[in-house]
Nanobody, 125 residues
């Protein structure tokens, strides 16, 4: 059983930056694809970014078009932690951000078995 705990959310002005962290425990972190999703009020939970696992220290990353060039996902296997660096934030980035994990996690929320509790990100205009 994998437990995920997000942190780093908060209130920021448009154009600002935040860095989200997700600490994992209870599993083999290095063998997990890690994803970030977000859910705004009244909307479906949507894919934001993903970083794959790798046996050779070469990880692949994917991003939603809406965040490409502004957000960066990374992982530190020595700390069992995945990060989401968010720059040039916009009011439409306001949402609860969730960390997710699964050995085969892709772009859909149904592809992930383990989820964190979420952290609120609010971007003011």
């Amino acid at each position: 059983q994998v437990q995920l705990v997000e942190s780093g959310g908060g209130l920021v002005q448009a154009g600002g930056s935040l860095r989200l962290s997700c600490a994992a425990s209870g599993g083999t972190f290095s063998s997990l694809n890690m994803g970030w999703f977000r859910q705004a009020p009244g909307k479906e939970r949507e894919f934001v970014a993903r970083v794959t696992w790798s046996a050779y220290s070469t990880y692949y990353t994917d991003y939603a078009d809406s965040v490409k060039g502004r957000f960066t996902i990374s992982r530190d296997n020595s700390k069992n932690t995945v990060y989401l660096q968010m720059n040039s934030l916009k009011p439409e980035d306001t949402a609860v951000y969730y960390c997710a994990a699964d050995p085969r996690g892709g772009f859909g929320r149904l592809e992930y078995t383990y989820w964190g509790q979420g952290t609120q990100v609010t971007v003011s205009s």
